[in-house]
Nanobody, 124 residues
Framework: VQLQASGGGLVQAGGSLRLSCAASGRTFSSYGMGWFRQTPGEEREFVAA???????YYADSVKGRFTISRDNAKNTVYLQMNNLKPEDTAVYYC???????????????????WGQGTQVTVSS
């Protein structure tokens, strides 16, 4: 599976962005997909995940502001980010996992495939 993330940019606090992650491969619909983010000197942080079934999971810091969704016909997963805050500034990565067990969706090691990252910068 190859992943291509896009949609990052510079936005003012309170604004919105939608990230997209296009995947190659005919088995996209069977993969669990996730979004992580990373700032310099920090570990990659879980943001949101969606199972093949459509079940979604969020980090507490983004719950109620971000929405993850997927379009299996387009082999694409999205992250709609609303009410952005300066602390949301990071490089955002999409990732694919063959399966999730329990809360494994929150751990980067569960994901075998990663996109290249897209920068999101929120100004105050």
């Amino acid at each position: 599976v190859q992943l291509q993330a896009s949609g990052g940019g510079l936005v003012q606090a309170g604004g919105s962005l939608r990230l997209s992650c296009a995947a190659s491969g005919r088995t996209f619909s069977s993969y669990g997909m996730g979004w992580f983010r990373q700032t310099p000197g920090e570990e990659r942080e879980f943001v949101a995940a969606i199972k093949w079934s459509g079940s979604t999971y969020y980090a507490d810091s983004v719950k109620g502001r971000f929405t993850i969704s997927r379009d299996n016909a387009k082999n694409t997963v999205y992250l709609q980010m609303n009410n952005l805050k300066p602390e949301d500034t990071a490089v955002y990565y999409c990732a694919a996992a063959q399966s999730f067990y329990g809360d494994s969706y929150a751990y980067a090691r569960q994901y075998a495939y990663w996109g290249q990252g897209t920068q999101v910068t929120v100004s105050s």
